[in-house]
Structures are given as structure tokens and as C-alpha cells.
């Protein structure tokens, strides 16, 4: 739900430009199953942050992905986070970790995560890069984005330009992509992962800079992941990318007369453009939620309704759920065509 190291690639762009980042290994798992915008207080004076502004980069396309290849792990953390081990790098989005998301107006809108309650920034397992889709508090939650830069300070930082004043001050490496734009994140051991932002939705007056979607590409063997979390894309950017996996939500979150997140039917579109193999659907909006918002808030379809949608378009992408908590395993012998 919303309310409105490093190596550096060139990549054609028709967005202004602005930039920088780093990549995650192999995670240990630190579950016990399966393989509006609020102000930032004031911190105590630390060294200058690196900032980076890119070029554009090179096309992100799928391919072939041999017998051997290490599998995806995926693991939900509810809302908009996740943990992702994507070729050797781990790689943390979005984190909400630090109480509920209220947007720093708690009578608006309050929401509580269902199932990993407990799980905090203190129970993540080793970290190679940050990861920020947009500048809203559900995606570039201050709370949680504090304690982690207390400790982690240095940990490279891939995000959107417009959560630059939320991040500025917390971490000092921090990697800025306007859509068109990549940057290398290296994990361990020679790991290295291609990560290049992607138009996302406009929270603001036309005129402002979209927020990003990112497709994340591993090293040798170019399998590629999409992931966009309002399911909002520019039709005409993806035209020239494809990926192997796509995570996205598939529900729509509706207020009255405006759409929060998408889903659905324009889940089915966005798969029909990139062609994936595989589609995790996210449920960003499923809350325990109350607030003046949380009243009026409500959604339309379901991924039973999203998966007999997209069995008439893509018969063979498969659907496959995410447990919160519980690490999706992804092993693939081929890639998209």
C-alpha cells in the first residue's frame, strides 16, 4: 500500500540523470523453515556521503541459464520487503522492519504486518546492498532505514533520486538511478549482479521524476528479474527488456476514483511484455490495518482470479506464491525466449 566496489555502465536514457550502489552473496537463512513521507531527525555528523549520478547502461536481456546455475532464493518479508540471494548477492528492498507503517500519521493510516511480527533489522542475515524502489515511507521507511545505517553505515545503497533527503544523511554510499541506468553490485567471492532501473509509477505532479522499478540480471548466465511494486510501468521502456521472473503485486488497492496499486489485468500486460517464466505475486496490501484510510481503502481480485487471467495469455508462465518468511527457491535450466 502506498500514499502517494561498484562498477558504473553507460545506457541510453530519456530521463534526467542522477546516481549509485553494491551487491549481496548467498544469504544464511535466518528463518527456521525452507531453503506523505515523514521527516529525517537530525544524526550525528558522520563522514560525506558518495553519491553517483549514471549514464545510461547497457540492455538487460535474459539468457541462457545452464544446469549448474545457482538457484533465486526470494523470501517475502510483507509489505514491500524482501530478501533476494540473486546470483551470490544478497540483496535487501524495501526494508520495513522498525514498528508498523503509518506514514508518520498514525491516524491516517496504520498497518501491521500479519505473520513476521517480530522479525527486526537485528535478525537479518549478512547484507551485500540496499535496494529502494521510491521515496514513500512503505518503500523508504525511515525508521527502519536508521537503525540499519547505525549499523550499517557503509552498506552500498541502489535507489531512486527522489528518496536522495531520506538517505543523504543515513548512509555513505549511496548509488542514485533515474530509469535507463545500471550500476554493478558485487557480492562475495567474484559475485556480481547488474541491476538497471525501470519507469515506475509518477507520485506527484506529471512533471515529477517516476519513481523505479529495477531489472536485476546475474552476471555470466543474464537470467533477469523484474520487479515493480505498484505494478505501474512504461510500456514503451520495457518494450526492449524481457525477464525470466517477475514479482509484482497482481491485487489492485483501490481508494475511491484512484488507484493505489494495480494489478490484475495489468499484471497479465506486464508479463505479456516481458514474457517470464515465472510470476511471484506480491500482497503488499494484506495488513492488519486501521486508520481513516484503512476505512475507505479496499480491494478488487485475487491471484486465483489473476492466475485464470494470465492462463489465457501465457499459458505456461507458472504462479508461484511466497510464504512470508520462507525463502522461494527458483532453479532454472533455460531462459525466456
Given at each position: 500500500m502506498s500514499l502517494h566496489a561498484v562498477s558504473l555502465h553507460s545506457f541510453p536514457s530519456s530521463y534526467p540523470s542522477k546516481p549509485r550502489f553494491s551487491p549481496l552473496p548467498s544469504i544464511s537463512n535466518p528463518f527456521p523453515t525452507l531453503s506523505l513521507r515523514p521527516s529525517v531527525s537530525s544524526s550525528p555528523k558522520r563522514k560525506p556521503s558518495t553519491t553517483r549520478r549514471l549514464s545510461p547502461s547497457p540492455r538487460a536481456t535474459s539468457a541462457v541459464v545452464s544446469e549448474?546455475?545457482?538457484?533465486?532464493?526470494?523470501?517475502?518479508?510483507?509489505?514491500?520487503?524482501?530478501?533476494?540471494?540473486?546470483?551470490?548477492?544478497?540483496?535487501?528492498?524495501?526494508?520495513?522492519?522498525?514498528?508498523?507503517?503509518?506514514?508518520?500519521?498514525?491516524?491516517?493510516?496504520?498497518?501491521?504486518?500479519?505473520?513476521?511480527?517480530?522479525?527486526?533489522?537485528?535478525?537479518?542475515?549478512?547484507?551485500?546492498?540496499?535496494?529502494?524502489?521510491?521515496?514513500?515511507?512503505?518503500?523508504?521507511?525511515?525508521?527502519?532505514l536508521t537503525r540499519l545505517s547505525k549499523k550499517l553505515p557503509d552498506l552500498p545503497v541502489i535507489a531512486t533520486p527522489n528518496a536522495e533527503g531520506i538517505l543523504r544523511p543515513l548512509f555513505n554510499n549511496v548509488t542514485y538511478l533515474e530509469p535507463g541506468q545500471s550500476s554493478d553490485a558485487e557480492g562475495k567471492h567474484g559475485a556480481r549482479v547488474n541491476v538497471c532501473a525501470t519507469a515506475g509509477p509518477i507520485l506527484g505532479p506529471p512533471w515529477q521524476r517516476p519513481e523505479n522499478g529495477y531489472i536485476v540480471k546475474c552476471g555470466q548466465s543474464h537470467l533477469s528479474l523484474y520487479y515493480e511494486p505498484h505494478c505501474v510501468y512504461n510500456h514503451a521502456f520495457l518494450q526492449k527488456y524481457k525477464a525470466d521472473i517477475i514479482i509484482t503485486p497482481v491485487t489492485k488497492q483501490?481508494?475511491?476514483?484512484?488507484?493505489?496499486?494495480?494489478?490484475?489485468?495489468?499484471?497479465?500486460?506486464?508479463?505479456?511484455?516481458?514474457?517470464?517464466?515465472?510470476?511471484?505475486?506480491?500482497?503488499?496490501g494484506d495488513l492488519d490495518s486501521k486508520g481513516i484510510l484503512a476505512s475507505i481503502l479496499h480491494s478488487e481480485g485475487t491471484i486465483e482470479s489473476f492466475k485464470e487471467l494470465l492462463s489465457r495469455e501465457l499459458p505456461d508462465a507458472r504462479v508461484l506464491e511466497p510464504t512470508p518468511g520462507v525463502p522461494l527457491e527458483i532453479s532454472m535450466s533455460s531462459t525466456v525466449s
Open positions: 549448474t546455475t545457482s538457484p533465486i532464493r526470494l523470501t517475502y518479508l510483507e509489505v514491500n520487503s524482501w530478501l533476494w540471494d540473486v546470483g551470490g548477492v544478497s540483496i535487501l528492498v524495501d526494508p520495513l522492519l522498525v514498528g508498523n507503517l503509518d506514514f508518520g500519521l498514525p491516524w491516517l493510516f496504520d498497518g501491521a504486518k500479519k505473520v513476521l511480527k517480530k522479525f527486526q533489522v537485528e535478525d537479518l542475515p549478512e547484507v551485500d546492498c540496499l535496494v529502494i524502489t521510491q521515496s514513500l515511507d512503505d518503500h523508504c521507511h525511515v525508521r527502519t483501490l481508494l475511491p476514483f484512484f488507484t493505489l496499486v494495480s494489478g490484475q489485468e495489468d499484471a497479465v500486460q506486464l508479463a505479456k511484455l516481458l514474457q517470464p517464466k515465472y510470476i511471484v505475486p506480491m500482497k503488499n
